[in-house]
């Protein structure tokens, strides 16, 4: 490559200067065995600047991580190709994965960079140019466009053929254009994405005089650099069989066919070869060093690295078989042998090459098949998208919207091509280009790749699609707004997080390297040793001499059975054993909705002897609804079970005033609820809002300047609520939407003015929320009625300067509790007894409070799971025991655990109590714990745990704390995880059982053990025939996981 130029864009500045990490993948070819691998991850560590690297066999990839002080990213790249090729091995190809910096050290600088982080992404445009001139114009017009943090050039390979390096689109109508142009130079572009985008920047480039641009990926792709090992190894193999069947022909023809014998036989000349030996000798040593060069090149640099591998045994081997050959036809001739038995061994040479070509390339062919599951997930990447181009609108108005979709103009692009905030189009039949929000429209969308769940899923206006899922043919249309596009998309980072499950070794894996890598010295030693005791044998006469073809010394007899050891051991079947069960695992749960991170997690979730589980939206549906609520009547301590639906009043005063109580409670909750996102707080917000805003009773909110509620006596035949539009409108709702779809009530609830901001707001993780500085008012009971508003709105009538504001907490009852004036006794036997009630019947209790004074209370119910039952029962059946870990009451918490069949439960708890506990249950002897939560707040635990499983992570498939994620809802997933991880781990140990058993009865075997009482021994050229199926028989072990078919768990679900 050719020096590049590099430069800070408008958007941000360059990248020099500061800390930070830069992550590269670098696709590796020619490794075969855990020797390999373990080489390269040795080269690039030792390179400057570097911190960490992992490197996985069956995938053939490295990942790099480097500091970026020390290094440039141009820099780095050639380093860590320099360190590959140093040791023996290919690099196909090098992509930078991510950037990161540690320029911003205060609070707020990390809050801004949390923010912005979503928004910066890289691409890399590859650029067809007439010269160098246009390459470099075209990069100074990018390095200084809105939205480019920084971007650098570089000459692009000339060493690629031209399938590496295909173009993922074009960037106009044909998308085809573009494609068989090669790229001349490379530009690396970090852009926001939000500013600008890939189309955006082809766009520009093709604005210059090029001949084509075009995001630039490459085609490395797992399946296909396994698609290529294989036809290469077929090329070679062919390229085999055209000197090892005329060498067959020449060696046993002389046997078969007696005229055919007598003229090989012949000599060349008196005391010289035969005809038949000089023939073999010309046509098997370019087999020897042209086929067999691959190995002797491997060997070269493995000894040259002070390692061995395959490929030495392999060049050991076919050398001593070629050499004993040279070996035996001088030795005839210089004991003049005039009849005796042919002893040399060209053939044995020519067909071992050849049985260990045929084995690599059955190998090959096998470990295609494991990566089956990944290279299925990328074919649901969409080819091509249909982008609506739109004049800008006035937000909000709905109308307007619809006909300018229908009007809008239509541009069919490459799916590489979308940007984020794009509009598409997305026809029935059609797979979704990339995530993103539906705009208008309503379909059923199959989001089986996403979930392993069959059933249809309706979305519709407001609703997330993933890319990749499809929509059915039965349905509509949908306009959809791109909101994550390219590596960001759910679907490419599944696909990232299998990836990269297989650079993180399990513990047996690394055991078994700790074997290979002595495993070739000692084959090496056995081999010599078994040589030189059947030579000594020979030379001291300990056996018969007919044991000895005729003409043929004890020194080539014992070479024969040193060369066999030599070739039939076989590393390769060690080093594949581990790393070909996890891929075919990691992709199987995969398509189940289960996402591993690495071998090591799988490792650990086969051992797991104890299950710790969540209570809320882990063992319950996590769609709690608020069934009772009360609030005090103001003496006694007594309190008053309150309407879900409409207000009962009469024309009293007292009536007025309980309504006025009810509403002052139903605007605190949504207060102190409206920013949370956790499931209970969507749960209260969704039904005070609802409350107050509408349903079954209607309320009215009155001035615009200090909105209040005004609560009025009015007559009986009247109605007691009026309804009056709010100050500031609440965004349109639909229907409730179904399948997990966002709420629209607390969308509106969020958005709407008339609700009371805290000035700020605490949240009390496993306690509930603080709120503080509120400012809300209620009148005294006037003989009027009553009001219920801003603390503004009592200026305005005059009735004093407005308060401080108050403190409101809404939680758990031991936050209550600390927050009460007096402390429990202060909530009064009745709402005593009214909180005794509920958990009795297993329901979460929820305590609002303004500053120390009690104004309701609130029940929430969420139902249990409906395979909680038959999940728990299958988990003690499998001799794994069940706990429960709860923030709430314990009362509750034992109600729902009876319900689903657990015993052990353990509430009220915090996040890190829960942490504690797990800590605790680990201690014991033998005990692995499995920690099941939500994701949310559960993360303490999750970490704690020996396995964190996330539930129900949908499209958020990178739960940092967890090392599975379920991207389904359902427990389920967490039996069907468990029992995966058992069976992956019980074929690596038949995997190791086929390895192991294979080398410690066929080293023997070929050691010529059995020969002095069966006469049986093992020619080299079956010796290494048998070594490259074993590796084959391993493979073929671990695809057997596919037929995996997960726990029947259908007893109790209906």
């Known amino acids: 490559m050719s020096a590049s130029s590099s430069g800070g864009g408008g958007g941000g500045g360059g990248g020099g200067g500061g800390g930070g990490s830069l992550s590269l993948r670098i696709s590796v070819g020619g490794m075969h065995c855990a020797a390999c691998s373990s080489a390269v991850e040795r080269a690039l560590l030792e390179c400057p600047g570097v911190t960490s690297a992992a490197v996985a066999l069956t995938t053939e990839e490295a990942r790099v991580v480097a500091a970026t002080e020390a290094t440039s990213e141009a820099e780095l790249q050639k380093i860590c190709r320099d360190a590959i090729e140093s040791v023996g091995f290919d690099v196909h190809d090098i992509a930078v994965i991510s950037t990161s910096s540690t320029k911003q050290t205060t609070n707020a600088a990390a ?10 992404a890289d691409v890399t445009l590859a650029v067809s140019a007439n010269s160098d001139a246009d390459a470099k114009a075209v990069f100074a017009a990018v390095n200084v466009s809105p939205g480019v943090v920084r971007a650098h050039i570089e000459r692009a390979p000339h060493d690629d053929d031209g399938d590496d390096d295909t173009p993922t689109s074009a960037p106009h109508e044909t998308l085809d254009k573009g494609r068989k142009t090669p790229p001349t130079h490379l530009i690396f572009i970090k852009y926001h994405q939000n500013t600008t985008g890939v189309r955006d920047l082809c766009d520009l480039c093709t604005s210059f005089n090029l001949v084509s641009a075009f995001p630039h990926v490459s085609t490395s792709t797992l399946s296909a650099k396994q698609r290529e090992n294989a036809n290469e190894w077929r090329r070679l193999l062919r390229t085999a069989l055209l000197f090892t069947i005329p060498i067959m022909v020449l060696s046993k023809g002389r046997m078969l066919c007696p005229p055919l014998g007598r003229l090989l036989a012949a000599d060349i000349m008196t005391n010289g070869p035969q005809i038949g030996e000089m023939l073999l000798f010309l046509i098997t040593t370019p087999m020897q060093f042209g086929v067999g060069w691959r190995f002797y090149q491997g060997a070269y640099y493995a000894l040259r690295r002070g390692t061995a591998n395959m490929d030495v045994l392999v060049a050991l081997g076919t050398s001593s078989a070629y050499v004993y050959s040279l070996i035996s036809i001088l030795h005839h001739m210089n004991a003049h042998h005039t009849s005796y038995e042919h002893t040399d061994a060209f053939e044995t040479s020519a067909m071992l090459l050849t049985f260990i070509i045929l084995g690599k390339y059955l190998e090959a062919r096998a470990k295609g098949k494991t990566s089956e599951a990944i290279a299925t997930l990328l074919r649901l990447k969409p080819q091509s998208a249909v982008l609506l181009k739109m004049s800008k609108l006035q937000s909000g108005d709905a109308e307007c919207t619809e006909q300018a979709y229908a009007k809008a103009s239509v541009r069919l692009i490459d799916s590489a ?33 996403l979930t392993g769940e069959s059933a249809p899923k309706r979305r519709k206006r407001g609703d997330a699609v993933v890319g990749g899922t499809a929509v059915t043919a039965s349905s509509s249309s949908l306009i959809v707004q791109a909101t994550r ?148 009547t103001g003496s006694g301590g007594s309190v008053v079970e309150c309407s879900l639906d409409r207000w009962d009043g009469g024309d009293s005063l007292r009536a007025a005033a309980q309504t006025a109580r009810e509403v002052h409670a139903l605007l605190m909750a949504c207060t102190a609820e409206v920013e949370s996102y956790h499931p209970l707080a969507n749960a209260l917000l969704q039904f005070c809002y609802g409350k107050l805003a509408g349903g079954s009773s209607k309320l009215e909110v009155v001035s615009e300047d200090a909105p209040h509620f005004e609560v009025e006596v009015v007559s009986e035949d009247a109605p007691l609520l009026e309804v009056a539009p709010a100050p500031a409108p609440i965004a349109a709702s639909e229907t409730l939407p179904d399948d997990g779809a966002t709420n629209n009530l607390e969308e509106d609830a969020r958005s709407c003015d008339w609700i009371p901001r805290a000035a700020a707001l605490e949240v009390r993780p496993g306690l509930g929320v603080v709120a503080s500085g509120v400012q809300v008012s209620i009148t005294p009971p006037p003989t009027s009625g009553v009001r219920v508003g801003l603390s503004a709105w009592r200026q305005a009538i005059g009735q004093g300067a407005p308060r401080e504001g108050s403190r409101v907490v809404c939680g758990n009852v031991a936050l209550a509790t600390s927050e009460a004036r007096g402390g429990r006794a202060a909530l009064g036997d009745g709402m005593s007894r009214w909180l005794a009630a509920q958990e009795k019947r297993a329901r979460s209790v929820a305590i609002l409070m303004r500053d120390g004074e009690t104004l309701a209370a609130f029940a929430v119910a969420d139902p249990l799971r409906p395979e909680a039952v038959d999940v728990v029962s299958h988990l003690l059946a499998s001799g794994i025991s069940c706990s429960m870990l709860s923030g709430d009451n314990e009362a509750t918490a034992r109600a729902v655990a009876a319900s689903a069949g657990i015993s052990d439960v353990h509430a009220p708890l915090l996040p890190e109590e829960k942490a504690i506990r797990i800590g605790q249950l680990q201690q014991r002897d033998g005990c692995v714990v499995a920690m099941v939560g939500d994701g949310i707040n559960d993360a303490p635990a999750l970490a704690a745990a020996d396995v964190g499983m996330a539930i129900g992570a949908g499209a958020d498939v990178a739960v940092e704390a967890a090392d599975v994620v379920l991207m389904r809802a359902g427990l389920t997933s967490v039996a069907d995880a468990l029992a995966l991880a058992r069976a992956v781990f019980q074929r690596i140990r038949l995997n190791y059982v ?56 259908r007893l109790h679900i209906q």
């Open 485 to 632: 596009v390219g590596a960001d998309t759910a679907l490419s980072r599944i696909v990232s997080l299998v990836e990269q499950a297989q650079l993180a070794k399990a513990p047996i894996q690394r055991f078994a390297d700790s074997i290979s890598a002595r495993f070739v010295p000692a084959v090496v030693v056995t081999a010599i040793i078994t040589f030189l005791v059947w030579w000594a044998a020979g030379a001291a006469g300990s056996y018969p001499s007919s044991w000895l073809p005729e003409g043929t010394s004890s020194f080539l007899f014992a070479l024969l059975f040193g060369t066999a050891v030599m070739v039939v051991a076989c590393p390769c079947a060690l080093g594949l054993a581990t790393p070909t069960a996890v891929m075919v695992g990691t992709g199987v749960g995969a398509s189940r909705g289960i996402l591993v991170k690495g071998g090591d997690a799988l490792e650990r979730a086969s051992k797991v002897t104890h299950v710790c589980f969540d209570k809320t939206g882990t063992l319950t549906t996590g769609r709690p609804s608020v069934v009772a609520w009360c609030t005090p």
């Open 417 to 449: 091509l979308v940007q984020r905030n794009d509009i598409l189009r997305v026809s029935p039949s059609s797979l979704v280009p990339c995530d993103g929000i539906v705009l208008s429209g309503e379909a059923y969308v199959d989001e089986s790749m």
């Open 994 to 1049: 086929f390895a192991m058993g294979y080398n410690l009865c066929a080293v023997p075997v070929a050691a010529g053990v059995l020969y002095p009482w069966l006469k049986v021994r093992l020619p080299p050229w079956l010796a290494g025939g048998a070594m490259a199926l074993s590796s084959v028989s391993v493979v073929v072990s671990s695809l057997m996981l596919r037929r995996y078919q997960g726990p029947n768990l």
């Open 111 to 120: 809050h801004n960079n949390r923010e912005t982080h979503d928004d910066i």
